[in-house]
DNA sequence: CAGATTACCAAACGATCGTTTGTTATGCTA
DNA sequence: TAGCATAACAAACGATCGTTTGGTAATCTG
């Protein structure tokens, strides 16, 4: 994997700060975006060749090398974005949520709906990406780490008794809604709401003792 | 991805079920086997090649399948191998232990620990396979879920409240645990059997209430 | 209207992939 | 000892991969 020369690449991602950005041909960047999303999604990311994505978006191989330096630095833009919109989800999901138990509901489901959204992204979120592939992986890592920092406050506010792990309690609640595309069918009995109330259901069941439904 | 022309390959696996088995290299296929575990489960399928998996049993690459009809087939071999020996090892953690809250910590440790084994059988156990792939995938989905099964007896004993839907407290178990070697470190705080304790306490808490410690 | 920039096409390059083919030692068996 | 299956080597085949290069219409800017 020859390390790509970014020479000639313009930074098209970022705040459109400045005029009316591009007028031209304004859509195809994003076009690509969408389609290498679906495919990622679909087939994962090394069974999704850069001719794939071209042939989706009606393109030739080279020109995606106009918007993006290489295949990778394509879905690192993806996962970002997909990271970002899961991000805003939770926010929205918890905006005007009360109650430690109901708000950590509510953000489980919307983290849950954001991985389904498109198809699949878990292929998108999921540590596709074994253990090589170093810069790459790092970089998801961390801004997958950053989001998920939430769950560690929505957990801290819910005052479990001191004998639980907090970090365990975390990792298993988080472990098994991002588990949860591997199973899921959209043709099944559950959405994502059911779901995440279910989970918190059997928790809350233990630490919240009272409350049998909502 | 060409069809394999089975010809000439011999099933060299199955039961030894008469005569001394092969006699003159007796262990080149295991040793393919062995290396090819280390690989993938190091670096995944699509990032390891023939060529590595040859390079490491010191053979050329095409050696390697007078042994094995395809790189799928000595995936799938493993795979098959890896659920069986998850399988034998939750046998012999279930033998002699009673009580079902019990009995479904030990199974669930032997699993994790399984997963863990030999570096990270995630990538082997794993759907790494996004949809595509058909046949292979087909396969090794339906050796998981007969494995899987075990699980839902194992719950079934706990003799949950009717209000609880097994199938959604199996599917959030044993996604906790199968996410486990995602985060999972081995210079970490916690072994697979202190996180299947931690796990089965914090799901415990509600439904046996009394037993705070073991 | 001249020049620069944008957004693409057309075509190829070198590398690597899974796999096949033909051959060749080696040991078992009759 | 002749014949045969075993287990590998040696070398290549065709396909596909990510990427690069050079050119060219279209559009924007001064």
Known sequence: ?????????????????????????????????????????ARGYDAT???????????LPGSLYYHFASKEEL??????????????????????KTGAWTRLEAALAA?????LENGNALAIMAPDFPDDRGDLNARLIARRRA????????????????????????????????????W????????PAAIAGAFIGILRMGFDPGTVSK
């Open 1 to 41: 994997m020859a390390k790509a020369s970014a020479t000639r690449m313009k930074d098209r991602s970022g705040p459109p700060s400045a005029g009316p950005a591009v007028s031209r041909q304004p859509n195809r960047r994003a076009d690509i975006l969408a389609e290498a999303a679906r495919l990622f999604a």
């Open 49 to 59: 060749s850069m001719r794939d994505i071209a042939a989706a978006t009606g393109m």
């Open 75 to 96: 879905f690192a833009e993806l996962h970002d974005r997909a990271v970002a919109a899961i991000d805003r989800a939770v926010d929205s999901a918890l905006d005007g």
């Open 111 to 115: 983290h849950l709906a954001g991985l």
């Open 147 to 182: 989001y998920e920092d939430r769950f560690r406050d929505l957990i801290a506010d819910l005052g479990l008794p001191e004998t639980i792990d907090e970090r365990l309690f975390r990792l298993m609640l988080m472990g098994a809604v991002n588990w949860s595309p591997v």
């Open 184 to 191: 899921y069918r959209t043709d099944g009995a559950y959405d």
